[in-house]
């Protein structure tokens, strides 16, 4: 059973801070004895009846348990976590270069939620976009934060407590990209050995990665299983290679289907995709192909992605479902693919149009002014009109 906690009175002339407070740490009698001295009595009570606390809900943290320079802890983290090794790669290279530098000296216990909100607004303004410090360094921090709270290393997790900055999403500008026209004569000027990574991106919405990771037994009656993505990784020599990793948001094993239309088939032969010496290629070999190409035709300044924008605006503004189209791109969540295409969504829009144009619709307006008569009763028109136009588009 634990001993309580003992305040105890030093006197008004004590040396130091007249209050007291002796306590054991969970563990009963043979647990380590601590203490800690306040200026004020009410301190000491308060601070009694937080140890007493936690000790009963059993979410007492040690408080020299956090005394290790955040360099340190992250260095032991990073070592026993288990996790792809491309995500292993990108940790490193992101604690390495953007974390260590700015907290590695503080104990990790110190780091507070305001350290945190400066080192967001350091990275914005040394050029790094919104979004990868929301999708990049921001998740890193919180992995490292959240181990060591739930290790009660630390009492609370600071990133959570810390105010992110504001990262509008900016929803797909469906005029700004690429006709079929210009896909096709991209296809054509990268050549056939780079061409159906294009058309796989175009015809099913992938990302670069996944492209160049797509066999012919993948496809099976029309109907490509994605298995697996292309991924530049380090080796224990320190060299860069590219290999096969699972997708992304997904575990080892985890596929998706994606339906494709007949016209992809004469690029069936072409997977996989390698590169000139017939090896797999890094995704930015594909990417400096496209930049190539853009420049010698002229073109707008595109991005491959674009071509999973494409898919998406296709689609869904042929009435395919948002949940549909959601789970064929391999989105985590519907919300990231309602942020992006909600805007797009066919059902939506057209069911918009429909019901302002019957309301509004002829015999209504004509050419700017109403075609009721003088004297008319506006109230019996209307639902004259309403009862004999088409019902408008519903769900």
């Known amino acids: 059973m634990n001993e309580l906690a003992q305040i105890i009175d030093q006197g008004p002339g004590a040396s130091r801070k007249r209050w007291t407070v002796r306590y054991r740490e969970p563990g009963g009698r043979t647990a380590r004895q601590r203490e800690k001295s306040f200026e004020r009595k009410k301190d000491a009570v308060d601070f009694v009846t937080k140890v007493e606390n936690d000790k009963r809900e059993n979410i007492y943290v040690d408080p020299s ?12 983290w990073l070592a026993k976590k288990t996790a792809s090794a491309g995500t292993l790669e990108s940790y490193e290279h992101i604690l390495r270069l953007h974390i260590v530098p700015h907290l590695g000296r503080k104990m990790i216990s110190q780091v507070t939620a305001g350290d945190i909100e400066g080192l967001y607004a350091h990275w914005h303004r040394e050029g790094a976009a919104l979004n990868t410090i929301e999708s990049r360094q921001h998740i890193v921090l919180s992995a490292l934060f959240s181990h060591a709270a739930r290790h009660r290393q630390i009492p609370g997790n600071s990133v959570k407590q810390a105010e992110k900055l504001d990262n509008p999403v900016i929803p797909v500008d469906d005029r700004s990209l690429p006709s079929f026209d210009e896909i096709a004569a991209l296809a054509q000027e990268i050549g056939p ?151 797009l969504t066919q059902d939506g829009r057209e069911r918009c149009r429909q019901v302002v144009e019957a309301a509004v619709a002829p015999p209504r307006l004509t050419a700017g002014r109403t075609t009721s008569e003088p004297g008319a009763d506006p109230v019996s028109a209307e639902r004259a009109s309403r009862d004999s136009r088409p019902r408008p588009y519903r769900f």
Request: positive net charge; hydrophobic residues 30%; glycine residues 10%.
């Open 193 to 343: 050995r780079l061409s159906p990574a294009i058309w796989l991106m175009t015809c099913c919405g992938l990302r670069i990665e996944e492209s160049l990771g797509v066999f012919p037994e993948d496809i099976r009656g029309g109907t490509p299983r994605i298995r697996r993505q292309v991924i530049r990784y380090k080796d224990a020599d320190g060299k860069y290679t590219p290999r096969y990793a699972p997708l992304k948001h997904r575990k080892e094993g985890e596929w998706r289907d994606i339906p494709v239309p007949d016209s992809l088939q004469p690029f069936i032969g072409g997977l996989p995709v390698h590169h000139a010496s017939g090896g797999l290629p890094y995704p930015d070999l594909l990417r400096k192909s496209w930049d190539g190409a853009i420049r010698r035709l002229g073109l707008p300044k595109y991005n491959p992605h674009d071509l999973r924008h494409k898919w998406a605006t296709v689609t869904l503004t042929s009435c395919v479902s948002i949940h549909e189209v959601s789970r064929r791109l391999g989105h985590r969540s519907i919300k990231v693919t309602v942020d992006k295409y909600g805007h």
């Open 65 to 76: 348990a956090g005394k290790v320079p955040l360099r340190s802890y992250a260095s032991d």
